[in-house]
């Protein structure tokens, strides 16, 4: 497991204690049930899915951050499209969100090696070659543009998949929208999602060309964010493996 940063700490210990009282305050009933029977089952599952993503991100795994980002944007886009959206539900998860990928690097993969057999056969296959020059390898200089650019490509993705997602099935749901404004609004909602997934590639400063893709779609979910991701992609084409 990876050393764990203090900020990372503290943001856990805090979801901890609001998993504790979300779960508090369904067992005692003040889930108001007035917006809708499908509302406590819903806020339960956030509690639980919250928790899992707590406990991924409090031993450094980045399959936490993504996952808490995907809870996001589904919460975001139920609340906006039942009229209970509130600021702190938007705010306080954002202010994760941003941590938790500015310090993406510094975790631990999605799948990591753990059978003994396997890092054994590596052993054996890292010495055979062992004596082959290898050649060159490509030095990616340490520098923050990458990261800072696919955390604005994330963000205003996420925005973007909020926004369009929430008129696309307000829109689907209303009997008269022609069906152009559905196709309009679907794929709105796919162009932000292509920014959210550039921004991770640029986080992990991988594939420049998907990168850039990913911040060019940013622009088209929320060109506050996606115009300077873009130019920050753009000048660190050369930080990428």
Do not use: H
Not at 21 to 27: G, H, I, Q, V
Not at 68 to 86: E, H, K, M, P, S
Not at 90 to 103: A, D, R, T, Y
Not at 185 to 201: D, E, M, P, Q, T
């Amino acid at each position: 497991m990876r050393k764990r940063p203090g900020i990372i700490t503290a943001i856990c210990i805090v979801g901890f204690i609001g998993v504790l009282y979300s779960l508090a305050m369904l067992e005692s009933g003040e889930i108001p049930k007035t917006i809708g029977s499908w509302y406590p089952p819903f806020f339960a599952f956030s509690a639980v899915a919250g928790l899992v993503c707590m406990i991924g991100l409090w031993i450094m795994k980045k399959w936490s951050v993504i996952a808490y980002t995907c809870l996001f944007v589904l919460g975001q886009i139920i609340l906006l499209a039942n009229n209970v959206w509130t600021p702190l539900s938007f705010l306080i998860p954002l202010i994760v969100i941003g941590i938790g990928f500015s310090q993406f690097s510094k975790m631990d993969p999605v799948s990591k090696v753990s059978s003994s057999e396997t890092k054994a056969s590596q052993v054996t296959r890292m010495e055979s070659v062992s004596e082959v020059t290898a050649p060159p390898t490509k030095t990616v200089s340490v520098n923050r543009k990458p990261q800072v650019a696919g955390i604005l490509s994330i963000v205003s993705g996420a925005i973007g998949l909020i926004f369009w997602g929430t008129v696309f099935i307000v829109t689907v749901s209303t009997v008269s929208s022609g069906i152009g404004l559905c196709v309009f609004y679907a794929i709105a909602s796919i162009v932000a999602i292509a920014a959210i997934v550039g921004g991770v590639y640029s986080i992990k400063r991988a594939r420049w060309g998907l990168a850039l893709g990913g911040a060019v779609c940013s622009v088209f979910a929320f060109w506050l964010l996606g115009i300077p991701a873009v130019i920050l992609v753009t000048l660190s084409k050369k930080y990428f493996a």
